[in-house]
């Protein structure tokens, strides 16, 4: 054990698997001074929206909202890149006090008319929802005069977590739905929904799906366009990665046009594998489909199989800590890991509910960690105590791991290093192990770093 102190509030939302009863603690709002390493609801909102690449994203609000969320995703485009640019009101003392709607209107009309994109999204961060602002009343004047959706995202910071974000954009998104025509679009189409294009990983997925047969109508939102998004309802089926942040569109999307969803995952070889074959078990009027979905997994597990043995070998019995911003990603890197022999000591997520935190616990060993919304500090604590080799997170987490001589991984929306797929497989398993194995931890300070902490 380490003399590193857990804040009492958050005792309910750690267990120890094997101890006592499950009963952890979620869905609720960050306390206050632990540091929570989540973002806001603005900056969940931009996450699934900011892929949309003939989009416009402006932020309503001060500069530093923009600032801070400027470029958040490694997702990629294979045409225009308007995305990438952060625009914002830039709002100040005199626009607080006498409201910003002049300023926005202003905003709108001059980026519009300068980048002429297909759609335009309209952030409100927390100090438009504190001066009250009438933002729809400006969009929708807007999309009369321009003629595109210009579509308001209620998305200020102070409503709730980064999943109220979520369900902000999910929201925002319906506006487009359904609006587009769905002419031509054949029997056995699908959305990808959740897939935000890092490093390229929509389009590998869509790769495969296209080889089985399947017409991919739309991604959500990687790589995304807005006409796509208008004519997505044609499809017969959503597939949903990253549940959190698109299940409510999916859900708005079955109530409205009767399209079911189905829950995948397309990180490691067993849960890749499966989406691909749930999609072609959901065509199971043409059989043609499923007999290509079983060669193209041969062929890839064929590809790799060799270099994972190999990686498997060098790597089994180190240990990992993950923790990431959804729980679906969780299930699929244990997996990951423990198909290279690793074994995860600890696991945890900013947004998971108690049906994901009951998943987790079924699939996590005796004495495993598990978190919620956790805190430099209880990251720090267990990766200590449980003698971690390896941290698997986002760009919040690297300083820990590094600070602590372990190695790190990056799983999260910055990295410019492929994980989804067959491929993206190899692509773990080869950060992995030159993290882990690297030399260079015989020089950190570990093992005295942890006597200091005991």
Known sequence: MTNIPILKEREKQIYHKGEG???????????????????????????????????????????????????????LSSGPELHRMSFSTDLRERDIIFGGEKKLYAS?????????????????TCIIGIIGDDVDSVCKRVTEEKGIPVLPVHSEGFKGTKKDGYKAACESLSMLVGTGSIENIGKYAINIMGEFNIAGEAWTIKEYYENMGIEVVSVFTGDG??????????????????????????????????????RVSYFGIEDMSKALYDVAAHFKDNIGIMKKTKEIVKNEIDAIYPDLVRYKKALSGKKAAIYVGGAFKAFSMIKALRSLGIDVVLAGSQTGNKDDYEVL???????????????????SKYCIEKSADLFVGGVKERPIAYKLGIGFCDHNHERKISLAGYSGMINLAKEVYSSVLSPVWQFAPKKHNAEMMK
């Open 21 to 75: 009863v499950f009963d952890l603690t979620c869905d609720t709002k960050s306390l206050a001074g632990s540091v929570s390493q989540r973002a806001c609801v603005f900056c969940g909102s931009r996450v699934v929206l900011y892929p949309i690449a003939d989009a416009l994203h402006l932020i309503h609000g001060p500069i530093g909202c923009a600032s801070y969320t400027w470029d958040i995703r490694g997702a």
């Open 361 to 379: 616990r079924n699939m996590c060993d005796e004495g495993t960690v598990i978190l919620d919304d956790a805190n430099p500090l209880e990251l």
């Open 108 to 124: 709108l009309v001059q980026l519009i008319d300068t980048y002429r994109p297909n759609a335009a999204f309209v952030y409100c």
């Open 225 to 262: 366009r807005v006409e796509n998004i208008k004519r997505s309802h044609g499809a017969s089926l959503n597939v949903v990665q990253c549940s959190g942040s698109i299940l409510r569109l999916a859900q708005i999307m079955e109530e409205k046009y009767g399209i079911p969803y189905i």
